[in-house]
């Protein structure tokens, strides 16, 4: 079982930036893809971006390319997403989630999840 906790969240204005954190528990946090989806008030979740675990390898969402960057320490077993340019559309709960898939975009196939960190952008 992998745990996988969420921080950075908070309170920022438009055109401001967050960077969350995504611990992870476990030995073998480089052998999955580690992913963030967020949900905004009366919406259903939605996919952020990814990261594999061959360096470099990304897939972001065409709502936040440009603005969020997805990185990850495998030495520290820790994704991060750093987001610039903060939209008010960007208000959401955003989680963490991992999955043996490479560069997964679909939900379904993320096993496992965090609880999720807040974030509140303003206008």
């Known amino acids: 079982q992998v745990q996988l906790v969420e921080s950075g969240g908070g309170l920022v204005q438009a055109g401001g930036s967050l960077r969350l954190s995504c611990a992870a528990s476990?030995?073998?946090?480089?052998?999955?893809?580690m992913g963030w989806f967020r949900q905004a008030p009366g919406t259903r979740r939605e996919f952020v971006a990814a990261?594999?675990?061959?360096?470099?390898?990304?897939n972001i969402a065409d709502s936040v390319k440009g603005r969020f960057t997805i990185s990850r320490d495998n030495a520290k077993n820790t994704v991060y997403l750093q987001m610039n340019s903060l939209k008010p559309e960007d208000t959401a709960v955003y989680y963490c989630?991992?999955?043996?898939?490479?560069?997964?975009?679909?939900?379904?196939?993320?096993?496992?999840w965090g609880q999720g960190t807040q974030v509140i952008v303003s206008s």
């Open positions: 989630a991992a999955t043996n898939l490479l560069l997964a975009t679909m939900e379904s196939v993320y096993v496992y």
């Open positions: 476990g030995r073998t946090f480089s052998r999955y893809t």
């Open positions: 990261t594999g675990w061959i360096g470099g390898n990304t």
